[in-house]
């Protein structure tokens, strides 16, 4: 008898569901945290890529009495951005000795260009230097220090010069003026990153001209006198004429605190443009895009109110500070 031996081969295991689910369950995680990266990045950045988390908007601070202004004044400086350091040069910076203390924050701030050792440098930032008293000067242009030893060198220079002026300080038209300037950027540089305006200010806008009346002429052609003003003249040091407008009706005794000379008197003043143009002008968004103002109250008389109100009046909310002498 011949017996026949049929092999049918493994048998065949049924499909895994169990296995595909596992899978799946994986893949569907994975989309949701790619989705939660996403929405975090796109509430972080604007419609051009531009890094808005890293000045920390929105976070306006007081820095403790005995914080150094130089760690101040460079902390603001980011990346991604085109700032303009707006300084206050009147006379008020000078007393007590005030003038090298902002001029050694201002040089902190390109001193890790020049000695990488000293302090983290902001990358793909650009910077402005203005200074101000009743009228801004713009001392070293916009311009990248890390792509131009010229810039380095221009900043070094004019914070070397620095002087203070027997000015009062028009907040509100230097604002208005660090504005201008940045909206005047070429557009490829000023929309593909932040803009910022870093106020630094001991005191509040406005203030007294300290005039000389028995000096009084008549304005020369370019000085911009207004209808009824005359001007006060006076020689520098070096043989420049200085020309100080002033209305003859508005004189007044100057306050005790400024302990002027004898025959001298005052003229009150303050600036031009009006807090609530300017704050509409920073919240428009036309000509300076992503913009925001960082503030510094530079000691105990600066006026701290005005400092807050600047600090949010920008399109995106900006920082102030109080930094002690």
Not at 170 to 199: F, G, K, M, T
């Amino acid at each position: 008898m011949v017996t026949y031996h049929i092999s049918y081969g493994e048998p065949r295991r049924g499909f895994d569901y169990k296995k595909l689910l596992y899978v799946l369950g994986i893949l569907l995680a994975l989309i949701i945290l790619a989705a939660i990266a996403y929405g975090i990045y796109w509430l972080v950045t604007d419609e051009n890529g531009i890094d808005l988390a890293a000045p920390a908007f929105g976070s306006s601070e007081e820095v403790a009495t005995g914080t150094p202004l130089n760690e101040v004044l460079a902390s603001l400086y980011f990346n991604n951005t085109n700032t303009v350091f707006l300084v206050d040069v009147s006379r008020s910076i000078s007393d007590g000795g005030n003038l090298p203390v902002v001029k050694k924050a201002l040089l902190d701030v390109v001193l890790p260009y020049v000695d990488p050792s000293t302090g983290t440098a902001a990358e793909n930032s650009r910077a402005a230097l203005m200074t101000f008293t009743d009228n801004a000067q713009t001392q070293v242009e916009m311009a990248s220090f890390d792509e131009s030893g010229e810039a380095v060198a221009a900043w070094l220079g004019a914070v070397n010069d620095m002087e203070t002026r027997d000015r009062p300080a028009y907040i509100y038209d230097a604002v208005r003026d660090a504005h201008a300037l940045l909206a005047a950027q070429d557009p490829e540089e000023r929309d593909r990153r932040s803009n910022v305006i870093v106020l630094l200010t001991d005191g509040s806008d406005g203030g007294f001209k300290v005039i000389d009346p028995a000096g009084a002429t008549i304005c020369p052609p370019g000085v911009g006198a207004a209808a009824g003003e005359v001007c006060s003249v006076r020689t520098r040091p070096d043989g420049v004429l200085v020309y100080t407008t002033f209305n003859p009706a508005a004189l007044t005794e100057c306050p005790p605190l400024l302990q002027v000379a004898e025959g001298m008197a005052c003229a009150e003043s303050s600036s031009v443009t009006d807090e609530g143009e300017l704050v509409y002008l920073m919240k428009s968004s036309d000509d300076v895009p992503n913009l925001m103002v960082h503030t510094i109250g530079f000691g105990r008389e600066a006026d701290q109110a005005l400092l807050r109100l600047l600090a949010k009046a920008g399109e995106l909310e900006g920082r102030y500070v109080y930094a002690d002498h």
